[in-house]
């Protein structure tokens, strides 16, 4: 019966570590775009420009000169290292046409209109997400 059971929990750990990675980045690509879209939208509502940096170094991204939620005296900082997601950011690009090279910020104007597209790749163990913003829209995709 140990045996039985010992044999179950080796197949049953690679599985489950599996899926809880894939659960993992899945909850940090939609994190990434909820709060793309909460910046654009912040934007539009004080006709201010709003800045995402992202931090493929440090694996945070900031909503620029925007409170934390959880904590209004601190700034809004995402640390997608560290629980829930455990993810690392791979790469970032933004860059409008005219630029030679990409730009870890996203800034939207006042009215909402991002000045570039570009996308932020995440990984949590062999789990891969992009999140791609468009460059008109500042709609923010998975993939």
Same mark, same amino acid.
């Given at each position: 019966m140990v045996v039985v059971l010992a044999v179950l929990a080796s197949i049953a750990a690679p599985r489950?570590?599996?899926? %809880?990675? $894939?659960?993992?980045?899945?909850?940090?690509a939609n994190r990434i775009a909820l709060d793309i879209a909460l910046a654009q939208q912040r934007a539009r509502a004080t006709s201010a420009s709003q800045t995402v940096t992202f931090?493929?170094?440090s694996?945070?991204?900031? %909503?620029?000169?925007?409170?934390? /939620?959880?904590? /209004?005296? $601190?700034?809004y900082v995402v640390e997608l290292s560290r629980e829930p997601y455990l993810a690392s950011i791979v790469t970032v690009e933004f860059k409008a046409t005219s630029e030679?090279?990409?730009d870890p910020n996203l800034v939207?104007?006042?009215? $909402?209109? /991002?000045?570039?597209?570009?996308?932020?790749?995440?990984?949590v163990g062999s789990h891969i997400k992009t999140i791609t913003v468009d460059a008109i829209t500042g709609k923010a995709t998975i993939s």
């Open positions: 489950l570590s599996n899926t %809880l990675a $894939g659960n993992r980045a899945t909850q940090a931090s493929a170094a694996h945070n991204y900031t %909503l620029v000169a925007m409170p934390d /939620p959880d904590h /209004p005296t $601190g700034d030679l090279a990409g939207f104007d006042a009215y $909402g209109k /991002p000045d570039s597209g570009g996308s932020v790749t995440i990984r």
